[in-house]
């Protein structure tokens, strides 16, 4: 295929007047009707798939953003197969997770030790640890509910909690049983990877193509584009299979090992992925990882890597989950896919909480299908460390969802001058105030804080994003939009936009059910839960997982906001308990309090209030530790401080790690030294290994 690069200067739609997006929508439907009649009516293509893919994105950005202007104009063009929408929304009975990656065998070695950390395993258990290593297949992820046997409910993964109910689409799937063939729990969740054959693929674009139809990127979006149908009969003519690999929500148990459980699978009459292997150790690891990566062109069906997943399935439930990933499984990628382009400029980006991040600007580059045009240089010393300077020919590398990295600089292209070493700044871009880089950091931070509109902007995109309000239609360009416009400053803004009804209505894009729309989005987002309102605020070092910690500890906003302003005071006990909270180290606190330290931080949540519902996190109230707080110290024999910890706080505890009038319980285990000295000063109920497992219904020791 001949490469070609976009003829437009890329132009933020919603920068563009509406002049100029006329030209442009003029420009583009001649071009891809000539790129159209070169590949379909004379065999010839005369750009790169994805360059015309990007092509075919900017014009639906523009039909978007205006809309008036596709009547006017008659430039409605059907675009592809876009994700439908349409579908009923459905709740997963177990979340579907996702897992965390290795590149080398350091990474997958380092897997195996946080398990034998976990679980506290000795040499002689480690031989006994054994892994299931499967193909990674490259598809679509499927939740398939069986009841008495029957397929009841097919649901895709969507955001891991709420997938699209896509049942009868699946029905017309023929390697998928709709009654199983042996019996089975009363109630089970499949879990599987929907997926078109490469070979499939091919004669599905042939297809497409005679019949005129834009074409799919790759194998995995045909069988997404083909399964998430309305019209089901589309998704019937359509070569779809499945091979399943794990179980969610489940009333029986099924199996005591993974490689037992996938022998269920079979015998109920599902297809799993033949090239399964058990293999105990890294190396066996190493050398299956290399057999598949063989095999993999000869393989009928895309795949990106191999998962390895602990066998034994008591051993995985005690491994449990860390974020949304089990502790007890990993997804080894293969090697990332490379390029060289030139970076054409180092543009430097302000996070929101000041950040000075380098961004490398590279001429358009085709990495594995996708095309690159901007990589992360994470921070300076990382530019000075690699020697990276501008109109420099680098190597970019691309591995999954990842953002694209500069990998070195292509010292062989050098010509006799190179530009000059590029001169990280110290001040803010944006806002001009002094960037400071405290010693030990590898950050640059502008230190204006909320005089700086790139923080305050930054703030606001955060402030609605997925995992924190999570506004449907406040993306990151509306945000900005809005807060150019002046329609939005502070978070609270964003519950009175009302008042800018008509200012919105006269921008590019927005007509009267849009805006209802995004209205009716916000409304809906006014209740909010304590953890995603201490996540939303974007607190420095403030993420997901420590702001359900804090959530689950203190319960209720006003209860946090209460103790936060006290733990204002170095030395005070709400200081104190909120360094006790396990997983809070110095650092957050240090953060923490230095925001509520701040009088305009106070305002925006005085200000956030009056227009919020902010519920609280229950604590577990009905487990078997509920409301108990507990302090661990010493080493326990049967399992690890991290799993004990766990446990606890399945069962409804908190855990503190020193001992205060607060503590219900101090668990010794050898060595317990001064914390279970503290306890039984002050009178706390001390309790040994056995009787921790007694408390927790556990059996006895032996
Ligand atoms: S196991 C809790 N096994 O990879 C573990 N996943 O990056 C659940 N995938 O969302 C996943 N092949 O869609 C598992 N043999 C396999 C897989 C596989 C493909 C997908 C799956 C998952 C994603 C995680």
New binding site residues.
Partial sequence: MKKSQTPFEHIETHLLSKSQAEDEMLALKELLKQFDDAYYNQDDPQVDDAVYDTLRRRQKDLQLRFPTLVKTLNVHETVGSEPRTGLTKRTHLVP????E?AFNTTDFQNFINRIQRYLDLKSNDMENLSFVA????????INLVYEDGNLVQAIT?GDGTIGEDVTENVKTISNIPIKLLKKAPEKIEI???VYISKQDFLILNEQQKQSHKRLFANPRNAAAGSLRQLDVEITRHRPLSL?V??QGYSSQSVADTHEHFLKRLQEWGFQV?PL?RVIKNANQAEDFQQTIFTQRSSLSYD?DGV?Y?VNDIHLQDRLGFVGR??RW?I?WKFPAEKGITTLKKIEIQVGRTGTLTPVALLEPINIGGVIVTRATLHNEDEINRKDIRENDKVIVQRAGDVIPQIVQVDASSFKETRNLSFQFPHTCPICGAHAEKPTGEAARRCTGGLTCKAQIEERLIHFCSKNAFDIEGMGSKTVSTFFKAGFIHQPSDIFHLEAYRSEILRLEGWAELSLANLLSAIDQKRTVTLDRFIYALGIRHIGLVTAKLLAAYYNTYSIWKEQMMLACQIGSDARLALGSIEGIGPAVAEEITAFFSEKHNLNTLNDLEKVLHIESVESNTEGLLAGKTIVFTGTLSTMTRSEAKDIAERLGAKVTNSVSVKTDYIIEGVDGGSKAKKAKELGKTCLNEQEWRELIHYPPLD
Avoid at 96 to 99: A, E, F, N, Q, V
Avoid at 134 to 141: C, Q
């Fill in positions: 579907m997770l996702s897992l990656n499967e193909p990674k297949i490259d598809g679509l992820s993964r879990r599987g990877e091979f690999y794990a992925n399964y795949i998962v997943k990933a089990p499984a997804a």
